[in-house]
């Protein structure tokens, strides 16, 4: 059984910084794509950010220049360092995970601001 299961939400003030990390569990090896949607009150899920298992990125243009994800091939885990963060960055965050098929986490939620 695989699991994706993300950490890291947490409530900051604009201009702060946080990373989230996601790790996926079981009997897996050699994912595909890994990388992070969010999904803010009222809209729909977004792209923001993937990453190949060669390790190249991609971004949504909002997050360029202030959000980096990494991965770590060996312990299945990708990781997302959101700098500069904004109100607008406020949503819940979920992890997914390429393998045949997508694999979702449950998501956490990233408050910026009061």
């Known amino acids: 059984q695989v699991q994706v299961v993300e950490s890291g939400g947490d409530v900051v003030q604009p201009g702060e910084s946080l990373k989230l990390s996601c790790v996926v569990l079981?009997?897996?090896?050699?994912?595909?794509?890994m990388g992070w949607f969010r999904q803010a009150p009222g809209n729909e899920r977004q792209l923001v950010a993937s990453?190949?298992?060669?390790?190249?990125?991609t971004y949504v243009d909002s997050v360029k220049g202030r959000f980096t994800i990494s991965r770590d091939n060996v312990e299945n885990t990708v990781y997302l360092q959101m700098d500069e963060l904004t109100p607008d960055d406020t949503a819940v965050y979920y992890c997914?995970?390429?393998?045949?098929?997508?694999?979702w986490g449950k998501g956490t939620l990233v408050t910026v601001g009061s």
């Open positions: 079981g009997s897996i090896f050699s994912i595909g794509d």
């Open positions: 997914y995970a390429e393998w045949g098929r997508t694999y």
């Open positions: 990453i190949t298992n060669r390790g190249t990125p």
